[in-house]
């Protein structure tokens, strides 16, 4: 990038500090979040803004590694000094610009706010620059009455902080205040060396309230939860509206093992969670059909699931093409779920596509979501919660548009009668 009249533009890194430890969840940074693990929604943020020369996480897990790499990001693996508890994301960012002198200024982005939006990160990107601002962090604007604390033992009677309790403000008397909210922390590299995230020539950066969200303590996630799937960033692919499901049998409606007894009959194993998320799936609409490159039709006949089935397919991606066609749908319409380098082109191709924990390098490269489930033991049904979440979703963006859209026409409608006034008193 360019800053004009042939100066190179500073290096301007986006760092999500991702340890493995935590005080509460277990792994929360890579927990999921309405199906997506925690690092995954401010990294998406992050890589459709545009704006960072290169984007990181400083991490000391195998695990939080393989999922910043999923997403796109780079990895800096940190030292056991600053991944404690104790440890400050101040020790974290210093030691990562330590590693990359490269880096003139750092924008520390808080996997703890998920509801970040690329739109967010671009404005902030101008601020710090364009308009030469040191240091620019978040803030969100808030109504709430503070009272002064009285410690236990103390002889003091509380104070208002910041309202008259003989004229209290009604909240839209009131432009309220501005907390910090934690989503994200932009400062140079001089700043950062004198060992300050906030100084110099400062500037915050007002956030959406709806986009303001900080996870805390553990009851904060399922609040979380809620506000991503409303208010989220889902990635710059259009919303789908899944209508089949394909899901290859062995290996991810079973485990892949076969076992066969000396009468040559062969046997095979399921969990019972997977036969409901099939259910669930059928109830909500979404057909579910199945496909193997094997021969099962008598193990499947016995497994009496009631599902449209096609076995010995030599080639799955001709078999879901004519499918696709038969029922008439876009390839935005179709979810398949494999495990094998015979499922990668239907991967590739199906509008929505995952892979059980444990399949093969190749499925895990090209499917869009990899369940945290094995083959047989969960990942139908891990599969089609993430699928619910994203009907959810798409719900959801349909009733924001039509509150927009109906906002807008009451608006024009305004607009138009107070157009008609003026005229009106125009001509009068
Ligand atoms: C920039 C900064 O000072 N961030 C601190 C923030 C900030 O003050 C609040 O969010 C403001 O609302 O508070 C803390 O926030 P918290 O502990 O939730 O950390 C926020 C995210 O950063 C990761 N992190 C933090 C410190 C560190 N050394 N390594 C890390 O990987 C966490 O895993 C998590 O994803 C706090 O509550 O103690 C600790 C954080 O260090």
Not at 213 to 232: H, K, N, T, Y
Not at 241 to 257: A, F, H, M, Y
Not at 346 to 375: F, H, N
Not at 416 to 421: A, E, L, P, Q
Request: aromatic residues 8%; neutral net charge; glycine residues 8%.
């Amino acid at each position: 990038m360019d800053a004009g009249e042939g100066r190179p533009q500073p290096h301007l890194a986006a760092l999500v500090l991702a340890r493995g430890g935590s005080k509460g969840i277990p792994l929360k940074n890579i927990k999921l979040l309405a199906g997506v693990p925690l690092i995954g929604w401010v990294l998406r943020a992050a890589i459709d803004a545009g704006v960072f020369h290169s984007i990181w996480v400083s991490t000391d897990h195998d695990e939080i590694e393989k999922v910043a790499k999923q997403f796109g990001a780079q990895v800096h693996r940190r030292s056991p000094e600053v991944s404690q508890d104790s440890s400050t994301s101040l020790e974290a960012i210093t030691e990562f610009l330590n590693h990359h002198h490269e880096v003139d200024i750092v924008g520390n982005i808080q996997a703890t706010s998920p509801c970040l939006h690329p739109s967010d990160l671009i404005k902030v990107a101008d601020l710090i620059q364009k308009e030469g601002f040191d240091s620019v962090f978040s803030v969100v604007r808030r109504h709430q009455f503070r009272w002064s604390e009285v410690k236990k033992g103390e002889n003091k009677m509380t104070e208002p902080q910041n309202l008259n309790p003989a004229k209290r403000y009604r909240r839209q008397d009131w432009p309220g205040e501005l907390y910090e909210n934690g989503s994200f922390y932009f400062a140079k590299r001089h700043l950062i060396e004198k060992g300050y995230l906030q100084g110099g020539k400062m500037a915050y950066y007002e956030m959406r309230a709806e986009h303001s969200v900080d996870i805390d303590i553990d009851i904060d996630w399922p609040i979380a939860e809620q506000r991503v799937l409303s208010f989220g960033y889902f990635g710059k692919e259009p919303l789908k509206e899944v209508k089949l499901l394909v899901c290859s049998i062995d290996g991810c409606l079973t485990n892949g093992r076969i076992y066969v007894t000396e009468d040559h009959k062969e046997m095979v194993s399921y969990d019972y969670r997977d036969i409901v998320g099939i259910d669930l799936l059928k109830k909500r609409g979404i057909q579910v059909r199945l496909i193997s490159d094997r021969d099962c039709s008598k193990t499947l006949s016995a497994m009496q699931l009631g599902c449209v089935a096609k076995v010995s397919a030599t080639n799955k991606l001709q078999v879901l093409k004519d499918w696709q066609e038969d029922m008439g749908l876009s390839w935005k319409e179709v979810a398949y779920l494999g495990n094998e380098e015979s499922d990668v082109e239907c991967l590739k191709q199906a509008g929505m596509s995952a892979v059980p924990a444990d399949a093969c390098a190749a499925a895990q490269k090209a499917a869009g979501y990899i369940c945290k489930s094995r083959g047989g033991c969960g990942a139908v049904r891990e599969f089609a919660e993430h699928i619910f979440l994203l009907l959810e979703k798409v719900n959801s963006a349909r009733k924001q548009l039509k509150e927009i859209s109906s906002a807008e026409k009451e608006m024009g409608r305004n607009e138009n009668s107070r157009k008609g006034n003026k005229e009106l008193m125009e001509k009068e």
